[in-house]
């Protein structure tokens, strides 16, 4: 088995019986996933959970948003600490009435111009709300791939690191990425957490690479063309009962999403 499959494989069971459950994981429609995202951005998914509840109750779709006031907009978000964030969701609305007919567009580069909407909030819509097989990776996930295959990212932000994206859009199962999507966020935020991860309750520590050594020294080939040789070519190995957790430095930054 390679290092990948049993990754996959390990992560999809465990998150049969693990898995979060908050009400726009219920919702199929993109504007509903649209709004949750925005939400998530640096905020706890159980605040969000009954604030999301009301902003769709006060503006049920993208043209009833559009016609907000700025300051109702902002009067629902004020809990999270987001009231700064209304005019630039009261903007993408009404990019979306105008441009879109009043509807979340499905391609990435349509919603990458919508005000406030960066690369993990697309990626979030087109996988959770439209079903695509695309990768959705921020700070959270970024930390699980860097400690389970010692990826070496380039950037101070390693969730902003294209090689990373690449990488994750490699190793996601073809017809199950929004599951998996949703295992890796469940399992980052409740076993592989940034501080004191939970290596006892870990299902797949036995070839984790940050498991085994406590550090991230093993280099990985990062030009995009050789992601595929990584993932099928590394072998597993069984973590020897001798093996000890290393000490090496944990990945630590700052999560700027709780999402989905």
Same mark, same amino acid.
């Given at each position: 088995m390679t290092r990948k499959d049993y990754f996959v494989a390990g992560l999809s069971k465990w998150h049969r019986a693990n898995k979060r459950k908050f009400r726009w994981r219920k919702e199929s429609d993109p504007y509903r996933i649209l709004v949750s995202e925005l939400m998530l951005q640096r905020t706890q998914a159980r605040q969000v959970e009954p604030v999301y509840?009301?902003?769709?109750?006060?503006?049920?779709?993208?043209? %009833?948003?559009?016609?907000?006031?700025? $300051?109702?907009?902002?009067? /629902?978000?004020?809990?999270?600490?987001?009231?700064h964030r209304g005019i630039r969701i009261k903007r993408m609305a009404e990019q979306l009435r105008d441009r879109h007919d009043g509807a979340v567009p499905d391609d990435i %580069?349509?919603?990458?111009?919508?005000? $406030?909407?960066?690369?993990? /909030?697309?990626?979030?819509?087109l996988s959770f709300g439209f079903g695509r097989d695309v990768a959705?990776?921020?700070?959270?996930?970024?930390r699980v791939i860097i400690r389970f295959f010692s990826f070496n990212p380039k950037t101070v932000r390693p969730h902003t690191d294209r090689a990373l994206w690449a990488f994750c859009q490699k190793i996601l199962p073809a017809d199950s990425g929004p599951h998996f999507n949703r295992a890796l966020l469940d399992f980052a935020a409740a076993i592989c957490t940034a501080r004191k991860p939970?290596?006892?309750?870990?299902?797949?520590?036995d070839y984790c690479a940050w498991y085994e050594t406590g550090t991230t020294k093993l280099s990985v080939v990062r030009q995009e063309a050789n992601l595929s040789d990584y993932v099928t070519s590394h072998r597993c190995r069984r973590r020897r009962p001798e093996d000890k957790i290393g000490s090496g430095?944990?990945?630590?930054?700052?999560k700027t999403s709780n999402s989905t």
């Open positions: 509840l009301e902003f769709i109750r006060r503006f049920p779709n993208p043209s %009833e948003l559009a016609v907000a006031s700025v $300051g109702d907009i902002e009067g /629902v978000l004020y809990p999270l600490g987001l009231a %580069e349509s919603l990458l111009d919508l005000s $406030g909407v960066g690369r993990y /909030v697309a990626s979030a819509v959705v990776v921020d700070a959270n996930v970024a939970r290596h006892e309750q870990c299902p797949v520590k430095r944990d990945f630590a930054w700052n």
